[in-house]
């Protein structure tokens, strides 16, 4: 099994509906992300979350948001999808004991289509 | 704040070439370097990393520099394979506001052609 498990990977969806991804993961990271991917954009950072009590914001937060269910899960959600959300959207953890110079780990994305 | 910033691709090689990504950084503390590579469908894997100046990282013969003088982390392979075609991204891990969160950069295209 992967170490950071993204599903679904791929979702069409219509305008206006609502869209839930989810993220698990078996590293025992405290650490987890959400990004999205733009071609030419790079990442960019949606939302993250240090514990499970933490959520924070991130550069592109509007028409998301987040809930970490527990240490290993962390789901993002698109209240009212709009075309301009489609995206490749993946999902990271990382270790805080080494702040973030050990790297992260990703998932393998979800490619989401917004119609 | 902090940024990242890649050479823009997509930079295309004959097998065996040499390559060179270059990467320039801004940061206000002393940051992680690292390279991160995206093969096609894939998520960003690891590819190496250096945390404090003059270290170099390397791995399946990549490598690269951390030079705190010019603010640089170039990635280099001294032959490049057609396996190595994928999206390369360089970011930095800074202390800022005690998060680490990670910036990237947008990514540079590897294509090797046989």
């Known amino acids: 099994d992967a170490d950071v498990t993204q599903t679904p990977r791929n979702r069409i969806t219509k305008t206006g509906k609502r869209i839930m991804l989810e993220c698990s993961q078996t590293k025992g990271h405290d650490r987890m992300y959400w990004y999205r991917q733009d071609p030419g954009l790079g990442l960019r950072l949606i939302y993250y979350s240090f514990d499970v009590k933490d959520i924070n914001k991130g550069e592109i937060s509007d028409g998301y948001s987040v809930s970490r269910q527990a240490q290993a899960k962390f789901s993002l959600s698109l209240e009212s999808a709009i075309p301009n959300q489609t995206a490749l959207y993946f999902c990271?953890?990382?270790?805080?004991?080494?702040?973030?110079?050990?790297?992260?780990?990703f998932g393998s994305g979800t490619r989401l289509t917004v119609v | 704040g902090d940024s990242v910033t890649q050479m823009e691709g997509p930079v295309t090689l004959s097998e065996e070439a040499f390559l060179t990504i270059n990467c320039t950084y801004t940061?206000?503390?002393?940051?992680?370097l690292f390279w991160y590579v995206q093969y096609p469908g894939e998520g960003l894997q690891l590819l190496l990393k250096a945390t404090k100046a003059d270290d170099k990282g390397s791995n399946k013969g990549f490598e690269a520099t951390y030079r705190k003088e010019t603010t640089s982390f170039h990635l280099e392979k001294g032959s490049v394979q057609v396996s190595d075609s994928a999206v390369y991204f360089c970011a930095l891990s800074d202390q800022t506001g005690g998060s680490y969160i990670p910036t990237f950069g947008r990514g540079t295209s590897l294509i090797v052609h046989p």
């Open positions: 990271a953890t990382s270790d805080s004991l080494g702040q973030g110079a050990y790297g992260y780990t």
């Open positions: 940061a206000t503390g002393y940051p992680s």
